[in-house]
């Protein structure tokens, strides 16, 4: 019995910007397939474009990954043996097989201009044809090309498409999809400086790789026939891997979302830096387009264990921003108070001068309460501002003054620790005392206490503005209330 090959996927980005919430998802089913079947997933990057590329580009998509948790098997950091990982290395490689393809009589020189081609398509455009390129170079004779290469006539190379093959394939999410004879052109694998294309350099990269399944955008459906074609050319059937389109994802206004979007929050770098977890993101972009129907809140491996394509969804993916916050507070809400407070201190960065001792403490409080770590610093600066009460506060302390003179009268001695326990049964012997209950206990006590109407638990409000804040504003609000 043959034995079985392994399972390769790879994620093939441009190093143009920040990894977009898109390519990260790209990544991850990728990646999730290739270790739900014990295989390798590889990070190429796809660099030819030296206009567009961005310096260091490589390194904070390599660095994005692995914040989510992908950690690439093989990749320009970790190479293996079917590298190099960066198209830019691989030049000779590409310009070897074009040539071996122009040998073959599989590809062709084409020495025509940007604006014969220009022309020739805005005519077949006004004519309602196609705009195909006419193939007017397909057969020159050897003494023609020879001429031409003489002038030193810049070219392109294109493969010369089977015009009578029916291009089709049974694609993982959308099952089989075909582009009928005609519908192709001879297409450019090699531009006149010698760069490869992409739907050329894909192909050879893949082969080179033994890459055998390949999750990509449905905006790749259209290059698919071109590279089955590439595939043909180069007698490489065996080698043509398992596709599948994934969903496009789309935001509030049903636009696909935008990798030249300024919103940060579709950007993995965004997220990092507003202080998602890593795990809730991972959660968060499992969903955009695939669901095991029963859950929302998996962790990694569990993702893993229940991924199958078969539920991966062809219809468009909703960027959901408060499910995102949703799933993100579920994780914080399960994490341990170590792990917690560990996470956040990288983004709860506020200088809160006389109170930065009170930042865990406060950090804590709010465990329940934050969508992402980076709310703690607006929520803390507002917590510790400088504030009175409002005329309709002191009218409501009023009505509520006996159970402040209670507060007054029973308040903590100095010798006794300022802690969660000893405010527990401060409150708790209030109550009893005052015999008073439910929101007209509370509700007074916090708005004396921190001069706030709403906010976390009460014990640890007090615990966070600590001692001398509470018994300050508490005599504050006191003396408003006789003075008026």
């Known amino acids: 019995m043959a034995q079985e090959k392994t399972v390769r996927t790879r994620y093939a980005p441009s190093p143009t910007g920040f990894l977009h919430i898109g390519g990260a998802r790209t990544a991850l089913f990728n990646y999730v397939f290739a270790k739900k079947h014990h295989g390798k997933f590889i990070l190429r990057i796809e ?95 050897e003494e023609e090309i020879q001429a031409k290469l003489d002038e030193d006539i810049p070219y392109t190379v294109r493969l010369k498409v089977d015009l009578k093959k029916e291009y089709k394939w049974k694609d993982l999410v959308r099952g089989e999809i075909v582009f009928q004879e005609h519908s192709l052109q001879d297409y450019v694998i090699l531009r006149s400086n010698k760069i490869p294309t992409y ?51 789309v935001d509030d206004d ?42 929302e809140i998996f962790s990694v491996d569990k993702i893993i264990r229940d991924f199958n394509v078969e539920s991966l969804s062809p219809s468009p993916a909703f960027y959901d921003v408060k499910k995102l916050n949703w799933i993100s507070r579920k994780y914080f809400q399960n994490m341990s108070p170590s792990h917690y407070l560990n996470f956040v201190k990288y983004h709860f960065t506020v ?62 001695m100095k010798s006794e620790l300022w802690n969660s326990t000893t405010i527990r049964n401060y409150i708790k012997q209030l109550m009893q005392i005052s015999g008073i209950k439910g929101k007209d206990f509370f509700k007074p006590l916090r708005l004396a206490f ?35």
């Open 199 to 249: 739907n050329f350099a894909v192909v050879v990269d893949d082969h080179d790789m033994e890459i055998n399944y390949v999750l990509r955008g449905e905006e790749h459906i259209s290059n698919t026939p071109f590279q089955l074609a590439t595939y043909y050319a180069l007698g490489w059937e065996d080698s043509i891997p398992q596709f599948g389109h994934l969903s496009i994802i």
């Open 47 to 141: 660099d030819t474009d030296e206009v567009r590329n961005i310096e260091g580009g490589h390194i904070s998509l390599d660095s994005d990954l692995k914040f989510l948790g992908i950690f690439p098997d093989e990749s320009f950091f970790n190479p293996g043996s079917k590298g190099p990982y960066l198209q830019s290395q691989k030049r000779e490689r590409y310009l070897e097989i074009c040539e071996e393809l122009i040998n073959q009589g599989k590809a062709y020189r084409c020495f025509c201009s940007e604006k014969e081609l220009e022309e020739a398509k805005n005519s077949a455009i006004a004519n309602n044809a196609p705009p195909f390129y006419s193939r007017k170079c397909r057969n020159l004779t």
């Open 351 to 412: 200088d809160l001068g006389e109170f930065n001792s009170k930042k865990e403490l406060f950090a804590l409080a709010n465990k329940k309460n934050i969508d992402c770590a980076a709310q703690l610093n607006e929520m803390a600066t507002t917590f510790y501002a400088e504030r009175s009460l409002s005329s309709e506060n002191i009218n409501f302390l009023k009505k509520h003054f006996q159970i402040l003179n209670y507060a007054k009268d029973y308040f903590p």
């Open 450 to 484: 921190s001069l706030l109407e709403e906010g976390f638990e009460l014990v640890n409000v007090m615990e966070c503005l600590g001692r001398e804040v509470i018994i300050r504003n508490l005599d504050s609000s006191l003396s408003l209330i006789k003075s008026e």
């Open 254 to 295: 049903k636009k696909k979302l935008s990798k030249r979007s300024a919103n940060e929050f579709h950007f993995i770098s965004g997220l990092d830096k507003q202080g998602y977890p890593p795990e809730a993101i991972f959660n968060f972009l499992a969903l955009l387009g695939w669901s095991n129907g029963e859950e």
